[in-house]
């Protein structure tokens, strides 16, 4: 029987290519698929290289004399055999295959890692908002957006959370720039209030109060819930009246700011703002957060509530 | 129904995965090997002839070699990939050749029957020592053998992306 293999008796004969015949019970098979091997690599077969002397190769069977031979297992071999069965077991392609694997792994680890950046900057800047953190939040959205571009959805969030951190540091103008990059988020984002929002805040700073009257009233419509719905539409008609000084604006002005005061009475930050309202009814006058708080420091009561 | 020969071609790169992984562990405990088929259009698809050993870890470990390699291997292949198309709805082309090759390895991660037969030949000798590993080792081959059998149902595909798909979607979380 013949000691040399080839790809085509692989494919005709599996198993009766071996270079030598190996003794049954001595070797065992490791493979692939669903059936049993067709063939037997030691069935029938009594030339056995174990029986070899020393000196002979049981693969090319050359007898080198002299010293003995290495052996591969119980079988003598030679070097140049050593080599051949070396380079047939872990062949140059299958060198390739697993250099280029390694590589597409290495590659698309560096490749895929800003992924993973914003990833993880995704799930810090979520947690941050749940910890009601929302600079920290809009920070790392923005971050996380820049790492992939590609991601409009990212790049919607991180306009989001811009926007909720510019409105809450009275931002309301650059906030209405950022909620209208988001609009294709979900009804579940609430952005329709948010923009709302942001309008009345941008319409009270550009003193646009009738956008702020506008702005408000949309907003009421949303939530009639809140004191502080009420609360804004009250709020704007206390700033037209202070541009105009028509009555009528002032009775609407106070009749929103009942609504507000039954739903909510106690909060300090209703107190704050109530006081701030009816400064602007009671004054003719409009001023910003700061100096209302700067004048008053311990709030402000009307004489016409007293 | 799709042949078993032609999951084989499609998902090559597993089969060859495989047989190194054989072929690995038979060189890290010096084992004789005599023979390698890393892929052919046949079946058995791949196979490793290496010399018996009577050390039952040196068996264990070579018999259950491609299920360590190929399953690591299919993690490490298809965890980059997986945050771009899952988390960001990125559809790059090299994430879904790794998507493929990740479970293709992943597909052949189980060892055959015939691995099984080899480990619980000796597992059979060494439990009457105690070894705990032997003892192990027959549920272990249970569940290769009732694997194999459930391939029928793409039980091997369902591994693939269990490893694959499943178990990043478990470390990353939406």
Redesign the interface.
């Known amino acids: 029987m013949a000691f040399t293999s080839s790809k085509v008796q692989h494919k005709t004969q599996p198993f009766a290519h071996s270079a030598i015949h190996l003794r049954a019970g001595s070797y065992r098979l490791c493979y692939s698929g669903e059936m049993e091997p067709s063939d037997n690599p030691a069935s029938g077969n009594e030339e056995n290289g174990e029986h070899l002397p020393g000196t002979t190769c049981a693969f090319c069977k050359t007898d080198f004399g002299g010293a003995p031979l290495e052996k591969l297992s119980v079988y003598p071999i030679c070097e140049t055999c050593k080599t051949e069965l070396d380079k047939k077991i872990f062949p140059l392609w299958v060198k390739l295959f697993f250099a280029g694997v390694m590589l597409l792994v290495v590659f698309s680890i560096f490749f895929n890692g800003r992924f993973y950046a914003a990833y993880m900057n995704v799930k810090q800047a979520n947690a941050a908002y749940t910890e009601k953190n929302v600079a920290k939040a809009a920070y790392l959205m923005t971050k996380a957006s820049n790492e992939v571009p590609e991601a409009a959805d990212l790049a919607m969030l991180a306009n989001f959370f811009t926007g909720i951190d510019l409105l809450s540091k009275d931002k309301s103008t650059e906030a209405l720039t950022a909620f209208d990059k988001c609009q294709g988020l979900p009804p579940a984002f609430h952005l329709n209030e948010l923009v709302l929002q942001a309008e009345m805040g941008s319409g009270y700073d550009k003193k646009d109060y009738k956008l702020f009257l506008t702005s408000s009233k949309a907003f009421l419509q949303l939530d009639t819930t809140q004191s502080m719905s009420w609360g804004s539409v009250a709020s704007a008609y206390a700033c037209l009246y202070a541009q105009s000084g028509a009555d009528s604006l002032k009775q609407q002005s106070l009749k929103y700011f009942n609504r507000a005061k039954a739903l909510n009475d106690t909060s300090a930050d209703a107190k704050e703002f109530y006081g701030r309202i009816m400064y602007r009814l009671d004054s003719k006058q409009i001023i910003s957060k700061d100096q209302f708080d700067k004048k008053f420091p311990n709030g402000y009561t009307s004489i016409n509530l007293k | 129904m799709i042949p078993?020969i032609l999951i084989?071609i499609l998902t090559f790169?597993g089969?060859?995965?495989?047989?190194?992984a054989?072929?690995f562990f038979c060189k890290l405990r010096k084992v004789?090997?005599?023979?390698?088929?890393?892929f052919?259009?046949?079946?058995?698809?791949?196979?490793?002839?290496?010399?018996?050993?009577t050390n039952f870890y040196t068996?264990f470990l070579?018999?259950m070699g491609?299920f360590f390699v190929n399953t690591i291997?299919c993690l490490?292949?298809c965890i980059?990939?997986y945050?771009?198309i899952n988390?960001?709805?990125?559809d790059h082309p090299?994430?879904y050749f790794?998507m493929w090759?990740g479970v293709s390895i992943g597909m052949?991660a189980v060892?055959?029957n015939?691995?099984a037969k080899?480990l619980v030949e000796q597992a059979k000798e060494k439990v009457k020592e105690r070894n705990i590993l032997a003892l192990v080792s027959f549920p272990i081959v249970g569940l290769i053998y009732t694997f194999?059998v459930l391939?029928f149902f793409w039980a091997d595909l369902a591994y693939g992306v269990a490893i694959g798909v499943g178990l990043p979607a478990l470390l990353?979380k939406q």
Request: hydrophobic share 45%; glycine share 4%; aromatic share 14%.
């Open positions: 078993g084989s790169p089969v060859i995965v495989h047989e190194f054989h072929l004789a090997v005599f023979d390698v088929c890393y052919r259009f046949g079946n058995p698809v791949g196979y490793v002839i290496h010399e018996n050993t068996t070579i018999s491609p291997l490490l292949i980059p990939a945050i771009p988390f960001f709805n990125i090299l994430s790794l090759l052949h060892p055959s015939q691995d080899n194999n391939r990353f």
